[in-house]
């Protein structure tokens, strides 16, 4: 018999992610400890106004804590366009901090989306990520991710361009998130994910 590895939730939302999540931060570290879990990521939609109270509550349940972002990319923090799909917000990469510095870099990316980007959600764009990107690691999001929501309305090469411009700024740290959430769209993503690979 095969023994069962662990599994690690890296994309999760708080009641932070508001309209968006309803789970409680305390609750998550102990629903992780209860499963059995060694690690728990926290990745709230453009704020981390949950981390400190996840890192302790994941430190007082014996669970290690991911820190983490989920963040609204755009083109241009700066430009204020209105368009049919403002409110929903840009498209999002999850980033996750793997030392104090990665955290460091999450701090400075959610304050410049709030200080600089703003415009119905907290973005960042491109050159601010490229400043920011050491220590972290980048999952592509699930349907409102770059690269998904590239690929949908652009069609594959306009997602393998998104692939590759993401990788010449994280490396061997970008990777493509996987979500099985039944939804249509998320099956026709997945249905493709190997013409975009």
Same mark, same amino acid.
């Given at each position: 018999?095969?023994?069962?590895?662990?599994?690690?939730?890296?994309?999760?939302?708080?009641?932070?992610?508001?309209?968006?999540?309803?789970?409680r931060v305390k609750g998550i570290?102990?629903?992780?400890?209860?499963?059995?879990?060694?690690?728990?990521?926290?990745?709230?939609?453009?704020?981390?106004?949950?981390?400190?109270?996840?890192?302790?509550?994941?430190k007082d349940n014996n669970v290690?804590?991911?820190?983490?972002?989920?963040?609204?990319?755009?083109?241009?923090?700066?430009?204020?366009?209105?368009?049919?799909?403002?409110?929903?917000?840009?498209?999002? $990469?999850?980033? %996750?901090?793997? #030392?104090?510095? =990665?955290?460091?870099?999450? !701090?400075? &990316?959610?304050?410049?989306?709030?200080?600089?980007?703003?415009?119905?959600?907290?973005?960042?764009?491109?050159?601010?990520?490229?400043?920011?990107?050491?220590? $972290?690691?980048? %999952?592509?999001? #699930?349907?409102? =991710?770059?690269?998904?929501? !590239?690929? &949908?309305?652009?069609g594959t090469e306009a997602a393998?361009?998104?692939?590759?411009?993401?990788?010449?700024?994280?490396?061997?740290?970008?990777?493509?998130?996987?979500?099985?959430?039944?939804?249509?769209?998320?099956?026709?993503?997945?249905?493709?994910?190997?013409?975009?690979?």
């Amino acid at each position: 018999m095969s023994e069962i590895k662990p599994f690690v939730h890296l994309h999760v939302h708080s009641e932070y992610s508001l309209l968006e999540a309803a789970c409680r931060v305390k609750g998550i570290a102990k629903k992780a400890a209860g499963y059995g879990m060694p690690a728990v990521a926290l990745t709230d939609n453009g704020n981390m106004f949950g981390a400190i109270e996840f890192y302790f509550a994941c430190k007082d349940n014996n669970v290690k804590p991911i820190i983490g972002l989920d963040a609204y990319i755009c083109e241009n923090r700066f430009e204020k366009k209105q368009d049919k799909e403002a409110s929903l917000g840009p498209r999002r $990469l999850v980033l %996750l901090a793997k #030392s104090f510095k =990665g955290y460091q870099n999450l !701090c400075a &990316l959610s304050s410049i989306g709030y200080q600089e980007g703003f415009y119905w959600k907290p973005r960042i764009d491109y050159e601010t990520l490229r400043e920011f990107a050491g220590d $972290l690691i980048c %999952l592509s999001g #699930s349907l409102r =991710g770059e690269v998904s929501d !590239c690929f &949908l309305k652009e069609g594959t090469e306009a997602a393998k361009a998104k692939i590759r411009q993401l990788k010449e700024i994280f490396g061997e740290d970008f990777y493509l998130e996987i979500n099985r959430m039944g939804l249509p769209k998320a099956i026709e993503v997945g249905k493709d994910r190997k013409s975009v690979v």
